[in-house]
T-cell receptor, first 114, second 113 residues
Framework: EADIYQTPRYLVIGTGKKITLECSQTMGHDKMYWYQQDPGMELHLIHYSYGVNSTEKGDLSSESTVSRIRTEHFPLTLESARPSHTSQYLC?????????????FGPGTRLLVL | GESVGLHLPTLSVQEGDNSIINCAYSNSASDYFIWYKQESGKGPQFIIDIRSNMDKRQGQRVTVLLNKTVKHLSLQIAATQPGDSAVYFCAERSNQGAQKLVFGQGTRLTINP
């Protein structure tokens, strides 16, 4: 079992609200990631971080922002939620060892914007 | 550019049968591959991985095969059980550039009783 946590698990919110999705890991991993996933569909990388004070945009354009002030914490913020943001958001962290880099995922946050 | 795709979006097998899930990739610079299993309402869970210097790797009831010549990856699940029902994703990691994981579309595996 991976020690990576996401809160909330489910969120229903109105258009225009500011929201922050939390992600924490206790494995000491430097690399962390945020993916957006529609049900049963592929994962789209929206943000990643290679360590404290490092953040990069992913392959899928997103109106969200992230911060990485502490190794274990990688929150994602939407300043003004819209119905198009309705999706599942998955957080992951990874370690690199022996030529392998395995990403461990949290349980996800399912977001519904009305 | 990089792309990882699965040949079949859905697969149904009888309980107890073996199943094979396929994945094609296009980046010849990819040197590491992972299979993930995602059950409904959960995040993807690591199943098995393989490095490009190998063509086969076995785990408990699962085997991953890598054919670098045709850029093909497969996941074999032996003696499928109801708990194997899930969406399976392959992912590749390039040894160049940002070295991010690229995920395929996903195959939904359904086990029939």
């Amino acid at each position: 079992e991976a020690d990576i946590y996401q809160t909330p698990r489910y969120l229903v919110i109105g258009t225009g609200k500011k929201i922050t999705l939390e992600c924490s890991q206790t494995m000491g991993h430097d690399k962390m990631y945020w993916y957006q996933q529609d049900p049963g569909m592929e994962l789209h990388l929206i943000h990643y971080s290679y360590g404290v004070n490092s953040t990069e945009k992913g392959d899928l354009s997103s109106e969200s922002t992230v911060s990485r002030i502490r190794t274990e914490h990688f929150p994602l913020t939407l300043e003004s939620a819209r119905p198009s943001h309705t999706s599942q958001y998955l957080c992951a962290s990874s370690e690199y060892s022996g030529g392998k880099e395995t990403q461990y995922f949290g349980p996800g946050t399912r977001l519904l914007v009305l | 550019g990089e792309s990882v795709g699965l040949h079949l979006p859905t697969l149904s097998v009888q309980e107890g049968d073996n199943s094979i899930i396929n994945c094609a990739y296009s980046n010849s610079a990819s040197d590491y591959f992972i299979w993930y299993k995602q059950e409904s309402g959960k995040g993807p869970q690591f199943i098995i991985d393989i490095r490009s210097n190998m063509d086969k790797r076995q785990g408990q009831r699962v085997t991953v095969l890598l054919n670098k010549t045709v850029k093909h990856l497969s996941l074999q699940i032996a003696a499928t059980q109801p708990g194997d029902s899930a969406v399976y994703f392959c992912a590749e990691r390039s040894n160049q550039g940002a070295q991010k994981l690229v995920f395929g579309q996903g195959t939904r595996l359904t086990i029939n009783p």
